[in-house]
Structures are given as structure tokens and as C-alpha cells.
């Protein structure tokens, strides 16, 4: 018996280091996605990383070009209160659909401009900068909605086992990070591979 299990815990750690090798991590018990004729791509992201940001053109460049068989999802991780502000207004933003809007604008008031934007106030004051009106902000901004956005954002952060961002996750099976890609510059191109992969897979 103790044979049998040595066995599987070697195939196990080969299989692992073999994922690795390729670029990615694979994720244990594999994530449900939201529409399984579709391949899902996942990005968590935090508005205060600097390497989410410097990503950025790279995921724009790819999302230019993105193959019709993909969602693509921006999914803000959430480990503490700062995190957790800055997903509340991601989420504020996607009820409003002005995410193309004002995302990259965020990212640059936050990274180039050094704002927090973490107080609803100064929150409602970039929002209404981008043409949203004041008392609409405040509604969402405290909408049951956003919260439950929130609280599942912190779920999902711990389920997919992300401890760090940028992290890419290709149909909840596929975990893309910079280290695990060898570098962020290969994170897109990881994704391009697990994607063809996965669609061979896809009826």
C-alpha cells in the first residue's frame, strides 16, 4: 500500500512540474466557469500593483486580437481593506458600464498620479471626473449588488488560490503567473498556448 501511494504521490509531483514547465500552474480541484461552451479567461488584477499595471498593453494588445471562443473576465483580488476598496470601485464602475472608461484611467491616477482613491469621497470625485453623476455614484457605491460583488470577489481570491497578482486563469484549470511563466513579458503568450489547448477541448 505504501508502494501504491509513493507511486501516485511521484506521478502527482511529475505532473505538477511538468505543468510548471509549460508555464502555468494547474489549479486542484479545477473552478466551475460561467459558460462551458466558452473558454474562460480570468484575470486578477489590483488597481495598486505595478505589475498589474505594466501588463496592461500587453493584455490590450491580446485582447485586440482575441479569439471569438473567449471571455474575458476582469476579476479584482481582494486580501485586505485597501484591496477590497479599490475592487468596490472596479465593481461600481462594471454596474455603470464604464469600465473601458475609466479602467486604464484608474490604474494611472493610482500608479502615475499617486492617488489612494480609497474614501468614497474621493472615489465620488473621480467618478464624477468621468461624467458620472454624484448622487448615482453614492447609490451604487452602497448598493447591496457591489457588495455582494465584493464579498464573492474575496471568496474567489481565496478559492483559486491566488496569492499574488497579476495571475491569469485560463476555464478555472490554469493558473498563469509571472514566475510560472517565466517572466511577465510571457504571460500572454502562455495564454495564447493554454488557450489552443483548451480549445481542441471545447465542442
Same mark, same amino acid.
Request: charged share 25%; glycine share 4%; with cysteine.
Given at each position: 500500500?505504501?508502494?501504491?501511494?509513493?507511486?501516485?504521490?511521484?506521478?502527482?509531483?511529475?505532473?505538477?512540474?511538468?505543468?510548471?514547465?509549460?508555464?502555468?500552474?494547474?489549479?486542484?480541484?479545477?473552478?466551475?466557469?460561467?459558460?462551458?461552451?466558452?473558454?474562460?479567461?480570468?484575470?486578477?488584477?489590483?488597481?495598486?500593483?505595478?505589475?498589474?499595471?505594466?501588463?496592461?498593453?500587453?493584455?490590450?494588445?491580446?485582447?485586440? +486580437?482575441?479569439?471569438?471562443?473567449?471571455?474575458?473576465?476582469?476579476?479584482?483580488?481582494?486580501?485586505?481593506?485597501?484591496? +477590497?476598496?479599490?475592487?468596490?470601485?472596479?465593481?461600481?464602475? @462594471?454596474?455603470?458600464?464604464?469600465?473601458?472608461?475609466?479602467?486604464?484611467?484608474?490604474?494611472?491616477?493610482?500608479?502615475?498620479?499617486?492617488?489612494?482613491?480609497?474614501?468614497?469621497?474621493?472615489?465620488?470625485?473621480?467618478?464624477?471626473?468621468?461624467?458620472?453623476?454624484?448622487?448615482?455614484?453614492?447609490?451604487?457605491?452602497?448598493?447591496?449588488?457591489?457588495?455582494? @460583488?465584493?464579498?464573492?470577489?474575496?471568496?474567489? +481570491?481565496?478559492?483559486?488560490?491566488? @496569492?499574488?497578482?497579476?495571475?491569469?486563469?485560463?476555464?478555472?484549470?490554469? @493558473?498563469?503567473?509571472?514566475?510560472?511563466?517565466?517572466?511577465?513579458?510571457?504571460? +500572454?503568450?502562455?495564454?495564447?498556448?493554454?488557450?489552443?489547448?483548451?480549445?481542441?477541448?471545447?465542442?
Amino acid at each position: 500500500m505504501f508502494k501504491n501511494i509513493f507511486f501516485i504521490f511521484l506521478f502527482s509531483f511529475a505532473t505538477l512540474l511538468q505543468a510548471e514547465s509549460k508555464g502555468y500552474e494547474v489549479l486542484s480541484p479545477a473552478q466551475p466557469v460561467t459558460n462551458p461552451d466558452k473558454i474562460e479567461v480570468l484575470e486578477f488584477f489590483w488597481y495598486g500593483c505595478p505589475h498589474c499595471y505594466h501588463l496592461e498593453p500587453a493584455l490590450n494588445d491580446w485582447l485586440a +486580437t482575441k479569439p471569438e471562443n473567449v471571455d474575458y473576465i476582469r476579476q479584482p483580488a481582494a486580501f485586505n481593506q485597501q484591496w +477590497t476598496d479599490h475592487a468596490k470601485a472596479f465593481f461600481v464602475a @462594471k454596474m455603470l458600464n464604464i469600465v473601458d472608461k475609466v479602467h486604464g484611467d484608474f490604474f494611472d491616477a493610482i500608479q502615475n498620479k499617486k492617488q489612494k482613491l480609497q474614501s468614497e469621497a474621493d472615489l465620488a470625485e473621480f467618478f464624477v471626473a468621468h461624467g458620472v453623476d454624484k448622487e448615482k455614484f453614492h447609490e451604487t457605491f452602497n448598493s447591496f449588488a457591489v457588495d455582494a @460583488k465584493v464579498r464573492q470577489a474575496k471568496i474567489i +481570491t481565496v478559492r483559486y488560490g491566488v @496569492k499574488g497578482v497579476p495571475a491569469l486563469v485560463v476555464n478555472g484549470k490554469y @493558473k498563469i503567473t509571472a514566475e510560472s511563466a517565466g517572466g511577465q513579458k510571457n504571460m +500572454t503568450k502562455v495564454l495564447e498556448t493554454v488557450i489552443a489547448q483548451e480549445t481542441k477541448t471545447v465542442k
